[in-house]
Nanobody, 124 residues
Framework: QVQLVESGGGLVQPGGSLRLSCAAS????????IGWFRQAPGKEREGVSC????????YYADSVKGRFTISRDIAKNTVYLQMNSLKPEDTAVYYC?????????????????WGQGTQVTVSS
């Protein structure tokens, strides 16, 4: 059974940092791409970042480029999203998702497995 568990969300002031974690079980990151998505109230789910199964390809949405960094720890079967210089517009529920394959996928419909989400609130 595939399970993705996000953690690390919370309340942070503008300009602050958070690191989200996505712990995977039932899959091996060597064969699965992991994506991070976010959804703010009243808005569609947005692709934020992804990392390919080979770790050779990453993607960042323009809105987070230069501020967010995706990485992974194969030994822990965990993917991280380091978020720096956070802005109020980064406020959303953040989800990680997984799909078998060798690419880096940007849209939600391409993913098969989803975590439950973690709330990130950027506010003073």
């Amino acid at each position: 059974q595939v399970q993705l568990v996000e953690s690390g969300g919370g309340l942070v002031q503008p300009g602050g940092s958070l690191r989200l974690s996505c712990a995977a079980s039932g899959i091996t990151l060597d064969y699965y791409a992991i994506g991070w998505f976010r959804q703010a109230p009243g808005k569609e789910r947005e692709g934020v970042s992804c990392i390919s199964s080979s770790d050779s390809s990453t993607y960042y949405a323009d809105s987070v480029k230069g501020r967010f960094t995706i990485s992974r720890d194969i030994a822990k079967n965990t993917v991280y999203l380091q978020m720096n210089s956070l802005k109020p517009e980064d406020t959303a529920v953040y989800y990680c998702a997984a799909v078998a394959g060798y690419g880096c996928y940007h849209t939600a419909y391409e993913y098969d497995y989803w975590g439950q989400g973690t709330q990130v609130t950027v506010s003073s």
